[in-house]
């Protein structure tokens, strides 16, 4: 539905709303994150400007470090770590630990449809810079023994020019570095990235969280891992 | 942490931050819907006035009816309805159905812990406005035939006033409405709630959908279950 129509059913209803094109673009924003907007393909055409505008603000920067803030909260006060080298935690790559947000700049923040060649065309670059609040974390993770395992949607063909772009912007000592293959390339990311937490608790891992921008990142969790979404209203991972 | 501790932090920090309290509260308030911040007692003394204006202004309704329309979505491309009788929707009362905003008003807005009897005295009048995008919702859903079942933490000893309440303001016609009772006030609302869905599959319902504001609305649901979270940064029910 585009702005205009929703003004124009809100005035046939009972409710009678009329809202500005930043309320409908930030409802917008705000229901991705709530998980009731779902399988979004492009950033709806009005919302590109905001939606621009949202990630290169101090409110992003602002929500994204809170969510690695609750973190460490959740760390000191609900879990009791071993420190035998097992304890462990999982990141996402793109819009986790490094920001797409450059490519994305060319690409109407979203609002143009995905071009999965495009888009390794320039991860291949090795460019993605580092969201800095995510790299604090990892180091002070790091720092308290846990180790960090990175589970990303990135192809194979892609690990060397992404382990040089992490190293290049502060991350390293890593203990996993997860990629898809072409076997995995078939079922969805959820359960990739599912199957890949399933076999590192069967290596005798305990995850006790995951930081990823998507829902994909967390769904079929084990129950006893909790998942700290960071904001994404650029695109959708089903 | 206060406003003023995250400021001093961040400079102190890698990334550096400076906040206004506005992008502080909203980073607050993002992040409770986003699952990250859980089991939160009061909202923030420094962001109660932030919190009321959201909750007063048009952006939360927009927030809110659009979560509702998803729902419409969803029902028209991802569920084959039955018109068996047995396909069901559940909601949620408090600030789902109805809004507990005037209590709140006389509360900071979240900002006083809850007094739980003097919460239920002010339902027991019955004075609850209707949230006019969830009763249009409502009437939707009914108008399809699907039964509506309400699920509310709300105790037993309130039912005939609630009964008085959703009918004062709109709302009939609903299949069930399943209120607390002594036995299962010992067990976490999650479980009390997903136990009653449990109940109700083994009826023969087919739960397509449930609305409600908190989380533990959608816990543990059948997985072919999907939640709607209204938006609520007011309080937490764990």
């Known amino acids: 539905m585009t702005f205009a129509d929703w003004n124009i059913l809100h005035q046939k209803t009972h409710s009678g709303l009329k809202i500005s094109l930043k309320n409908y673009c930030e409802s917008w924003r ?10 979004f393909e492009v950033v709806p055409e009005e919302c ?4 621009g505008k ?3 603000s101090i409110q992003y920067k602002a929500d994204s470090e809170r969510a690695t803030e609750e973190c460490l909260v959740y760390l000191s006060t609900s879990c009791n770590l071993k420190k035998d080298g097992r304890d462990a935690w999982v ?4 819009d986790t630990l490094l920001s797409t947000i ?3 700049k060319n690409n109407l923040y979203g609002g143009n449809k995905l071009n999965v060649s495009d888009l390794e065309d320039w991860m291949s670059k090795g460019k993605s810079p580092a969201l800095e609040y995510s790299l604090q974390l990892f180091n002070d993770l790091k720092s308290r023994g846990i180790q960090i395992i990175l589970i990303s949607t990135r192809r ?3 690990r060397s020019v992404t382990i040089d772009n992490l190293v290049n912007v502060g991350y390293h000592g890593w203990a996993g570095l997860i990629l ?3 076997a995995n390339e078939l079922v969805s990311v959820a359960k990739y990235k599912s199957d890949a937490r399933k076999q590192l608790i069967k290596d005798g891992y305990r995850i006790w969280g995951i930081v990823g921008d998507q829902y994909s990142s967390f769904e079929e969790s084990p129950s006893c891992t909790r998942g700290f979404k960071l904001p994404n209203p650029m695109y959708y991972v089903a």
């Open 91 to 94: 990141f996402d790559i793109d």
């Open 180 to 182: 898809r293959d072409s």
């Open 102 to 104: 450059p490519y994305y």
């Open 30 to 39: 705000m229901n991705v994150e709530l998980h009731n907007i779902r399988d």
């Open 54 to 56: 949202y990630v290169r």
């Open 48 to 51: 590109t400007d905001y939606i």
């Open 156 to 158: 194979e063909y892609l």
